[in-house]
């Protein structure tokens, strides 16, 4: 069975193929398709986000196709960066601007309220137009300065308490057992390998 999944993020993609290695999937990356369309995610949660792309990619590839929206939502921030997670310094992708503007704006909260989550929200859309959604979250703490090589956007200034660890510094393994995608993944697990027996 094939599935599209529909993100150009190479550290999306390889911790979703890792999490499906042992299913009987072929994962196809928006990079091997010719030409899609940009979708524009210009909704005000998750939940939007994620079906808007995934509904879209599937009408426009006739694949099964699994996104996700996902970002890290800050208490003292009242929510913020949320959906803007990505973009939050203004340019998308830009994770050093963006972890740079997230520090500034909590440099002046005590430690105590540094509280945060990640969020991650997958829809699997068919092309018909059904679609579902599953979701996950990881809850921790804003660092006061990076830490850690590993992961990708907030992943160093994020800690995960009872590990003592920020994402960045948790092997892959125990990162994709608790973080917010691999838990939402896992909950489209079995209805994807139901779908593969058929």
């Known amino acids: ?9 190479k550290g999306k993609l ?8 042992d299913a009987p999937i072929e994962i196809i990356g928006l990079n091997q398709l010719i030409d899609p369309p940009e979708v524009i995610e210009d909704g005000d949660t998750f939940v939007a986000n994620a079906r808007k792309k995934a509904v879209e990619m599937a009408q426009f590839s006739g694949m099964l196709t699994l ?12 929510g913020a960066p949320g959906v ?3 973009r939050y310094a203004g340019e998308h992708g830009d994770d050093a601007a963006n972890n740079c503007k997230l520090l500034a704006a909590m440099e002046q909260v005590e430690d105590e309220n540094r509280q945060a989550a990640f969020h991650c929200v997958m829809a699997l859309a068919w092309p018909d137009g059904r679609c579902e959604t599953f979701d996950g979250q990881v809850s921790g703490l804003i660092m006061r300065g990076e830490r850690g090589a590993g992961g990708f956007g907030y992943d160093p ?3 995960v308490p009872e590990y003592g660890k920020t994402t960045a510094e948790l092997p892959l393994e125990i990162k994709n057992r608790i973080s917010h995608r691999g838990t939402a993944l896992r909950k489209v697990i079995p209805l994807l ?3 593969a027996k058929k």
């Open 84 to 86: 803007n997670s990505a």
């Open 14 to 21: 390889k911790e979703i193929n890792r999490l499906l290695a």
């Open 1 to 9: 069975m094939k599935l599209l999944v529909a993100t150009g993020n």
């Open 193 to 195: 390998q139901k779908l």
């Open 67 to 78: 996104a996700d929206d996902s970002g890290l939502v800050v208490k003292a921030l009242n």
């Open 157 to 159: 200034l994020f800690i």
